[in-house]
């Protein structure tokens, strides 16, 4: 397999990122708890750690998000590795609605205290704030839709399009603070920067299509060694590396070009979507012991 190559750290903080986490630090003390929209598919990789050190002693709830694309058993995982930590956790599928109609219990469940303390005060119908945070096209603006029932925040397939902040109307007794997602100075691990380029997080180009399709064969191939087998009828010699299993797949696409050399950009191309759009299968890239070790 190929090596770890530092070249592919990317770094990046685009001014409104910046900005971005300036507002969130001054609107923290306006909200009772923080909850935080994660791609299940890369549970480490779509955490910004700089949200931790933001939201301080807040309590906080995590949105696995995307689960109709991620290894269910692993999500299972995931969850009970959350909630260890004391984080209260919803499992969803935006696009499906699937999930979507726990947020209110849960978030209830979470901030039952404060509740508590509200109709002791007599304060009964004072609503609960919450800051919705995420780093970009984690679905973040898709979950606020869905939970308020509405169409008016944009949710597109790429980063950086929720800008400003939004307050967001739930009901009477749920008041939510959508906030524009921000990635982080540096991935120090290459292996976050890779994982975000493979789900489309960070934007198209940054990394070499060639090259992510190559690493992301390799890691398809060392967890989900069958789905590829059955995908394109290969099997998978243990010392071939990514560009070799790219070839093998693109020969047996028929992705020939003069020469009988195989178009390896095409199948590059090919890889990506069938990955993205969960033709190959139900993946999650990242384990909870992998975190232990972060």
Same mark, same amino acid.
């Given at each position: 397999?190929?090596?770890?190559? $530092?070249?592919? $750290?990317?770094?990046?903080? =685009?001014?409104?990122?910046?900005?971005?986490?300036?507002?969130?630090?001054?609107?923290?003390?306006? @909200?009772?708890?923080?909850?935080?929209?994660?791609?299940?598919?890369? =549970?480490?990789?779509?955490?910004?750690?700089?949200?931790?050190?933001?939201?301080?002693?807040?309590?906080?709830?995590?949105? !696995?998000?995307?689960?109709?694309?991620?290894?269910?058993?692993? @999500?299972?995982?995931? +969850?009970?590795?959350?909630?260890?930590?004391?984080?209260?956790?919803?499992?969803?599928?935006?696009?499906?609605?699937?999930?979507?109609?726990?947020?209110?219990? @849960?978030?209830?469940?979470?901030?039952?205290?404060?509740?508590?303390?509200?109709?002791?005060?007599?304060? +009964?119908?004072?609503?609960?704030?919450?800051?919705?945070?995420?780093?970009?096209?984690?679905?973040?603006?898709?979950?606020?839709?869905?939970?308020?029932?509405?169409?008016?925040?944009? +949710?597109? $397939?790429?980063?950086?399009?929720?800008?400003?902040?939004?307050?967001?109307?739930? #009901?009477?007794?749920? !008041?939510?603070?959508?906030?524009?997602?921000?990635?982080?100075?540096?991935?120090?691990? =290459?292996?976050?920067?890779?994982?975000?380029?493979?789900?489309?997080?960070?934007?198209?180009?940054?990394?070499?299509?060639?090259?992510?399709?190559?690493?992301?064969?390799?890691?398809?191939?060392?967890?989900?060694?069958?789905?590829?087998?059955?995908?394109?009828?290969?099997?998978? =010699?243990?010392?071939?590396?990514?560009?070799?299993?790219?070839?093998?797949?693109?020969?047996?696409?028929?992705?020939?070009?003069?020469?009988?050399?195989?178009?390896?950009?095409?199948?590059?191309?090919?890889?990506?979507?069938?990955?993205? #759009?969960?033709?190959?299968?139900?993946?999650?890239?990242?384990?909870?012991?992998?975190?232990?070790?972060?």
């Amino acid at each position: 397999m190929m090596a770890q190559n $530092n070249d592919l $750290n990317i770094q990046w903080y =685009p001014g409104h990122m910046m900005k971005t986490r300036r507002m969130m630090e001054q609107e923290l003390r306006l @909200v009772d708890a923080v909850c935080e929209i994660l791609d299940a598919r890369i =549970p480490i990789s779509s955490r910004n750690p700089d949200i931790d050190a933001i939201c301080g002693q807040k309590p906080r709830m995590v949105v !696995l998000n995307r689960i109709d694309l991620a290894d269910p058993a692993l @999500v299972e995982r995931w +969850a009970d590795w959350f909630r260890k930590r004391g984080w209260a956790v919803l499992k969803t599928d935006c696009r499906s609605r699937k999930g979507v109609q726990g947020f209110v219990p @849960v978030v209830q469940k979470l901030l039952a205290d404060k509740l508590a303390r509200y109709r002791e005060k007599g304060q +009964a119908g004072r609503p609960l704030k919450l800051m919705v945070v995420g780093i970009p096209n984690v679905g973040k603006s898709t979950f606020i839709n869905q939970i308020a029932g509405r169409k008016g925040a944009k +949710a597109e $397939n790429r980063p950086g399009v929720t800008r400003g902040k939004q307050w967001v109307t739930v #009901s009477d007794s749920l !008041l939510l603070l959508d906030t524009p997602g921000i990635l982080w100075p540096k991935f120090d691990d =290459p292996k976050v920067g890779l994982h975000l380029a493979y789900t489309g997080a960070v934007k198209d180009g940054v990394i070499d299509t060639l090259t992510l399709a190559a690493r992301l064969m390799e890691l398809l191939a060392a967890r989900y060694p069958k789905a590829l087998e059955d995908r394109y009828r290969m099997d998978i =010699p243990a010392d071939a590396d990514g560009y070799a299993l790219l070839e093998r797949a693109g020969r047996k696409r028929g992705f020939l070009v003069s020469g009988g050399e195989v178009d390896l950009d095409r199948m590059a191309n090919v890889l990506l979507e069938e990955y993205r #759009s969960c033709k190959l299968g139900r993946f999650t890239l990242e384990t909870p012991e992998e975190a232990e070790n972060t």
